[in-house]
Protein backbone atom coordinates (compact mmCIF):
# COMPACT_ATOMS: atom_id res chain seq x y z
CA UNK A 1 0.00 0.00 0.00
CA UNK A 2 1.47 3.69 -1.12
CA UNK A 3 1.15 5.92 1.68
CA UNK A 4 0.82 9.35 1.17
CA UNK A 5 3.96 11.59 0.58
CA UNK A 6 6.55 12.98 -1.15
CA UNK A 7 8.95 10.87 -3.58
CA UNK A 8 11.41 12.88 -4.79
CA UNK A 9 13.75 9.85 -6.00
CA UNK A 10 10.58 7.56 -7.92
CA UNK A 11 11.50 7.53 -11.29
CA UNK A 12 9.09 7.74 -14.17
CA UNK A 13 8.60 3.83 -15.08
CA UNK A 14 8.29 3.30 -11.47
CA UNK A 15 5.35 6.16 -11.25
CA UNK A 16 3.63 4.16 -14.38
CA UNK A 17 3.83 0.38 -13.09
CA UNK A 18 3.12 -1.36 -10.13
CA UNK A 19 0.68 -0.02 -7.33
CA UNK A 20 1.67 3.43 -8.45
CA UNK A 21 0.60 2.31 -11.70
CA UNK A 22 -3.24 1.74 -10.00
CA UNK A 23 -4.21 5.60 -8.79
CA UNK A 24 -5.62 8.26 -10.61
CA UNK A 25 -4.22 10.81 -11.50
CA UNK A 26 -5.10 14.18 -13.52
CA UNK A 27 -4.36 12.79 -16.78
CA UNK A 28 -7.17 10.72 -16.18
CA UNK A 29 -9.66 12.12 -13.43
CA UNK A 30 -9.30 15.76 -15.69
CA UNK A 31 -11.37 14.63 -18.21
CA UNK A 32 -14.57 14.42 -15.81
CA UNK A 33 -14.44 17.76 -16.14
CA UNK A 34 -13.08 18.32 -19.77
CA UNK A 35 -14.80 15.65 -20.82
CA UNK A 36 -17.19 13.06 -19.17
CA UNK A 37 -16.57 10.34 -16.11
CA UNK A 38 -16.75 7.92 -19.00
CA UNK A 39 -13.91 9.33 -21.44
CA UNK A 40 -12.23 9.35 -17.82
CA UNK A 41 -12.12 5.88 -17.05
CA UNK A 42 -11.19 5.04 -21.06
CA UNK A 43 -7.87 7.00 -20.18
CA UNK A 44 -7.31 5.54 -16.85
CA UNK A 45 -7.65 2.18 -18.61
CA UNK A 46 -4.90 3.06 -20.59
CA UNK A 47 -6.86 3.49 -23.77
CA UNK A 48 -5.37 6.80 -25.13
CA UNK A 49 -3.10 6.46 -28.22
CA UNK A 50 -0.08 7.87 -27.91
CA UNK A 51 0.36 10.48 -30.81
CA UNK A 52 3.64 11.47 -32.38
CA UNK A 53 3.04 15.52 -30.80
CA UNK A 54 3.17 13.52 -27.50
CA UNK A 55 6.50 11.18 -28.08
CA UNK A 56 7.98 15.24 -28.78
CA UNK A 57 7.00 16.38 -25.69
CA UNK A 58 8.36 13.55 -23.66
CA UNK A 59 11.24 14.32 -25.59
CA UNK A 60 11.76 18.19 -24.49
CA UNK A 61 10.33 17.36 -21.16
CA UNK A 62 13.47 15.00 -20.81
CA UNK A 63 16.14 17.32 -22.25
CA UNK A 64 14.63 20.28 -20.15
CA UNK A 65 14.09 18.28 -17.06
CA UNK A 66 16.37 15.14 -17.04
CA UNK A 67 19.08 15.73 -19.32
CA UNK A 68 20.78 12.64 -18.44
CA UNK A 69 18.19 10.98 -19.10
CA UNK A 70 17.02 12.46 -22.37
CA UNK A 71 21.13 11.47 -23.38
CA UNK A 72 20.79 8.15 -22.30
CA UNK A 73 17.60 7.50 -23.83
CA UNK A 74 17.32 9.06 -27.08
CA UNK A 75 19.53 7.76 -29.87
CA UNK A 76 20.54 8.50 -33.11
CA UNK A 77 18.73 6.86 -35.91
CA UNK A 78 20.03 3.53 -37.21
CA UNK A 79 21.09 4.51 -40.95
CA UNK A 80 19.73 1.25 -42.18
CA UNK A 81 16.32 1.02 -43.40
CA UNK A 82 13.15 -0.01 -41.77
CA UNK A 83 12.51 -2.17 -44.19
CA UNK A 84 16.06 -4.05 -44.98
CA UNK A 85 16.76 -6.81 -42.63
CA UNK A 86 19.46 -5.44 -40.76
CA UNK A 87 17.30 -2.33 -40.35
CA UNK A 88 14.52 -4.38 -38.73
CA UNK A 89 16.94 -6.23 -36.55
CA UNK A 90 18.83 -3.19 -35.47
CA UNK A 91 15.41 -0.98 -34.59
CA UNK A 92 14.17 -4.27 -33.11
CA UNK A 93 17.15 -4.15 -30.37
CA UNK A 94 17.08 -0.23 -29.53
CA UNK A 95 13.35 -0.68 -28.76
CA UNK A 96 14.38 -3.80 -26.41
CA UNK A 97 16.98 -1.67 -24.73
CA UNK A 98 14.42 0.68 -24.04
CA UNK A 99 16.29 3.30 -26.44
CA UNK A 100 14.59 5.96 -28.39
CA UNK A 101 15.63 6.47 -31.96
CA UNK A 102 15.25 10.06 -33.10
CA UNK A 103 16.27 11.59 -36.62
CA UNK A 104 18.76 14.71 -36.96
CA UNK A 105 15.86 17.16 -37.51
CA UNK A 106 13.87 16.10 -34.81
CA UNK A 107 16.68 16.71 -32.27
CA UNK A 108 17.65 19.84 -33.56
CA UNK A 109 13.92 20.37 -32.72
CA UNK A 110 13.77 18.81 -28.94
CA UNK A 111 16.54 20.46 -28.29
CA UNK A 112 15.78 23.87 -29.36
CA UNK A 113 12.79 23.81 -27.44
CA UNK A 114 14.26 22.59 -24.08
CA UNK A 115 17.03 25.14 -24.68
CA UNK A 116 14.32 28.52 -25.15
CA UNK A 117 12.76 27.02 -22.13
CA UNK A 118 15.56 26.52 -20.40
CA UNK A 119 16.61 30.06 -21.08
CA UNK A 120 13.25 31.57 -20.07
CA UNK A 121 13.47 29.58 -16.69
CA UNK A 122 17.12 31.02 -15.99
CA UNK A 123 15.61 34.45 -16.80
CA UNK A 124 12.43 34.42 -14.70
CA UNK A 125 13.02 32.02 -12.29
CA UNK A 126 16.33 31.80 -11.63
CA UNK A 127 15.48 29.39 -8.34
CA UNK A 128 14.01 26.84 -10.24
CA UNK A 129 17.87 25.14 -10.55
CA UNK A 130 17.26 23.77 -6.59
CA UNK A 131 13.46 23.34 -7.21
CA UNK A 132 12.50 19.51 -7.20
CA UNK A 133 12.06 18.01 -10.77
CA UNK A 134 10.22 15.11 -11.59
CA UNK A 135 8.95 14.56 -8.19
CA UNK A 136 6.11 11.77 -7.18
CA UNK A 137 3.21 12.68 -4.92
CA UNK A 138 0.82 10.35 -3.30
CA UNK A 139 -2.09 12.00 -1.69
CA UNK A 140 -5.55 11.55 -0.32
CA UNK A 141 -6.30 15.85 -0.09
CA UNK A 142 -9.28 15.26 -2.36
CA UNK A 143 -10.77 12.09 -0.48
CA UNK A 144 -9.32 9.12 -2.26
CA UNK A 145 -5.29 8.00 -3.10
CA UNK A 146 -3.76 9.52 -5.51
CA UNK A 147 -0.66 10.47 -7.62
CA UNK A 148 0.81 13.30 -9.04
CA UNK A 149 3.85 14.20 -10.96
CA UNK A 150 5.12 17.41 -10.84
CA UNK A 151 7.44 18.71 -13.48
CA UNK A 152 9.15 21.25 -11.19
CA UNK A 153 8.28 22.57 -7.56
CA UNK A 154 9.70 24.56 -4.91
CA UNK A 155 7.47 23.61 -1.62
CA UNK A 156 6.06 27.46 -0.54
CA UNK A 157 7.32 29.24 -3.75
CA UNK A 158 5.82 27.60 -7.04
CA UNK A 159 4.36 24.52 -9.11
CA UNK A 160 5.34 25.17 -12.82
CA UNK A 161 3.79 22.86 -15.92
CA UNK A 162 5.36 22.72 -19.13
CA UNK A 163 3.36 22.81 -21.96
CA UNK A 164 3.95 22.18 -25.41
CA UNK A 165 2.05 24.03 -28.03
CA UNK A 166 2.34 24.52 -32.10
CA UNK A 167 0.51 27.71 -31.12
CA UNK A 168 2.19 29.94 -28.89
CA UNK A 169 0.25 33.02 -29.18
CA UNK A 170 -1.87 34.45 -26.29
CA UNK A 171 -5.37 33.64 -27.65
CA UNK A 172 -4.11 30.27 -28.23
CA UNK A 173 -2.78 29.14 -25.18
CA UNK A 174 -5.42 30.73 -23.50
CA UNK A 175 -7.85 28.65 -24.68
CA UNK A 176 -5.81 25.78 -24.72
CA UNK A 177 -5.38 26.09 -21.02
CA UNK A 178 -9.62 26.57 -20.16
CA UNK A 179 -10.05 24.08 -22.79
CA UNK A 180 -7.78 20.85 -21.54
CA UNK A 181 -8.10 21.93 -18.33
CA UNK A 182 -4.47 22.86 -17.78
CA UNK A 183 -5.32 25.57 -14.58
CA UNK A 184 -7.05 22.62 -12.94
CA UNK A 185 -4.35 20.26 -13.37
CA UNK A 186 -1.50 22.51 -12.15
CA UNK A 187 -3.79 23.42 -9.15
CA UNK A 188 -4.76 19.96 -8.37
CA UNK A 189 -0.88 19.48 -8.35
CA UNK A 190 -0.41 22.26 -5.66
CA UNK A 191 -2.87 20.91 -3.41
CA UNK A 192 -1.68 17.53 -3.64
CA UNK A 193 1.78 18.39 -2.73
CA UNK A 194 1.17 21.39 0.03
CA UNK A 195 -1.11 18.86 1.83
CA UNK A 196 2.10 16.62 1.93
CA UNK A 197 4.60 19.29 2.66
CA UNK A 198 2.38 21.31 5.06
CA UNK A 199 3.33 24.68 2.96
CA UNK A 200 0.68 27.19 1.28
CA UNK A 201 2.57 27.54 -2.22
CA UNK A 202 0.91 30.84 -3.77
CA UNK A 203 2.49 30.49 -7.53
CA UNK A 204 1.51 28.12 -9.92
CA UNK A 205 2.35 28.92 -13.88
CA UNK A 206 2.30 27.33 -17.41
CA UNK A 207 5.81 27.21 -19.25
CA UNK A 208 4.56 27.34 -22.65
CA UNK A 209 7.29 25.93 -25.53
CA UNK A 210 6.70 26.21 -28.79
CA UNK A 211 7.28 23.22 -31.11
CA UNK A 212 6.82 24.82 -34.39
CA UNK A 213 9.64 27.49 -35.99
CA UNK A 214 10.59 29.41 -34.16
CA UNK A 215 10.87 28.05 -31.26
CA UNK A 216 11.04 30.21 -28.35
CA UNK A 217 9.32 29.47 -24.54
CA UNK A 218 7.02 31.87 -22.22
CA UNK A 219 6.05 31.62 -18.90
CA UNK A 220 2.69 32.43 -17.59
CA UNK A 221 1.82 32.70 -13.98
CA UNK A 222 -1.87 32.10 -13.28
CA UNK A 223 -3.76 35.24 -11.79
CA UNK A 224 -5.57 34.75 -7.82
CA UNK A 225 -8.62 34.86 -9.68
CA UNK A 226 -7.48 31.62 -12.36
CA UNK A 227 -6.22 29.90 -9.68
CA UNK A 228 -9.45 29.95 -7.48
CA UNK A 229 -11.03 28.94 -10.71
CA UNK A 230 -8.69 26.16 -11.02
CA UNK A 231 -8.39 25.15 -7.45
CA UNK A 232 -12.79 24.79 -8.16
CA UNK A 233 -12.35 22.89 -11.33
CA UNK A 234 -9.68 20.37 -9.42
CA UNK A 235 -12.40 19.50 -6.59
CA UNK A 236 -15.01 18.98 -9.18
CA UNK A 237 -13.12 16.43 -11.15
CA UNK A 238 -11.47 14.56 -8.33
CA UNK A 239 -15.36 14.40 -6.96
CA UNK A 240 -16.66 13.33 -10.19
CA UNK A 241 -14.04 10.45 -10.20
CA UNK A 242 -14.89 9.77 -6.37
CA UNK A 243 -18.59 9.44 -7.20
CA UNK A 244 -18.24 7.21 -10.21
CA UNK A 245 -15.47 4.76 -8.52
CA UNK A 246 -17.87 4.40 -5.49
CA UNK A 247 -21.35 4.26 -7.80
CA UNK A 248 -19.43 2.09 -10.71
CA UNK A 249 -21.57 5.13 -12.96
CA UNK A 250 -18.81 6.40 -15.08
CA UNK A 251 -21.48 8.75 -17.61
CA UNK A 252 -21.19 9.90 -21.20
CA UNK A 253 -21.25 13.27 -21.98
CA UNK A 254 -24.47 14.55 -21.94
CA UNK A 255 -25.09 15.69 -25.39
CA UNK A 256 -27.69 18.64 -26.18
CA UNK A 257 -30.35 17.54 -29.02
CA UNK A 258 -29.97 21.23 -30.54
CA UNK A 259 -26.72 23.42 -30.74
CA UNK A 260 -26.04 26.94 -31.27
CA UNK A 261 -23.17 28.57 -32.79
CA UNK A 262 -20.42 29.51 -30.16
CA UNK A 263 -20.40 33.24 -28.85
CA UNK A 264 -17.29 33.97 -30.67
CA UNK A 265 -18.43 32.82 -33.77
Same mark, same amino acid.
Not at 30 to 45: K, L, N, Q
Not at 149 to 155: M, Y
Not at 226 to 236: P, S, T, W
Given at each position: ?? =???????????????????????????????????????????????????????????????????????????? &?????????? &?????????????????????????????????????????? =??????? =????????????????????????????????????????????????????????????????????????????????????????????????????????? &???????????????????????
Amino acid at each position: MI =APGIYPDLPEAGYRSGEWDSLPSWSSVGRCVTASPMHARHAFDGSVTVSPAMRRGSAIHAALLEPEVYAARYVDEP &EASKRSKAGK &EEWAALEAAGLIPVSADERAVIEACANAARDVLDREVPSWTM =AMREVSV =ASEHYGILGKARLDIASPGEFVIDPKTTFDLTPNAIQRACFNRGYAGQVCSYRAMLDAEASTDTPRVGLLWISTTAPHFAALTWLSEDYQRRGDKMARNAWSAWR &EATETGVWAPPVIPTTIDAPKWA
